[in-house]
């Protein structure tokens, strides 16, 4: 077996991939990847967010029994060193190059992610002026409809960090792809960059992520679907969502009085029995 570690670059990297190809040896290439990162991603999804805890826990634990406690070890292995990795150069979109490094995406889909560079040219393009929005409008959002390993917004976050604009306090990132497992990875990345905000697992076709409010801050999807990261549940990002929810509910208040009198104006004509029955006819 040639060895995974010749085909990336770094020294994270590296150790990833000669983790990655020790677990290989019992197990599937697709399999080792995707349960590295669907657990690290409920590691992260677990101490924030305890509505969905129990559920992903079991699910976590189905795919640990499939691993010896030698092989559980690599997996730790290989999540320290994502956070080092990225410690070391946000700048990058990390998982998506090992994914693409490792050649999973000829196993699985035939997933191509678009690469970094691209992805960063196209944010430079689009940010025009962002400290100037966050002024006129409290904060901003970003969103990838279909975000793979979440290439794009971490892009995103880079052109916001060059132009001196705190993402974590002024920018929410929406992500939202059919498929779990990139879904994952780009929960990672932004989890680990600070980015406020959640991942949609769904089809955007179909069930494109939409919200309560009129800023995407409160999703409507399935809460197993969707997946908050830390910094979302910090206190600037708890307080936008509590006035949003005021809004709501004063905005549907104030139309109150219009509904009541929608209601007692019936588009039917009815009389009334002598036994004070309705009769539409």
Known sequence: MSSSAQLVRGGHQKN?????????YRHSRWNVWSDFVTMAAIEISNVVDHANAEHRTQIYHGMRKKYSDEEYVEFGNMFAETVMGMEENLDQDFLGEMFMALELSNDYKGQFFTPYSVCRMMAQINSTDLQAHIDEKGWISASDPCCGAGALLVAFANECRRQNVNYHN?????AQDIDMIVGCMCYIQLSLMGCPGYVVIDNTITSPSISYDGRGLIPRQNDSNVWFTPFYFTEIWHWRRVWSQMDMIFSAAAKAPEITEMLAEPETEYRVTKKGQLAFF
């Open 16 to 24: 990833i991939a000669k983790s990655f190809d020790r677990l290989c």
């Open 170 to 174: 002024s920018v929410l990132f929406v």
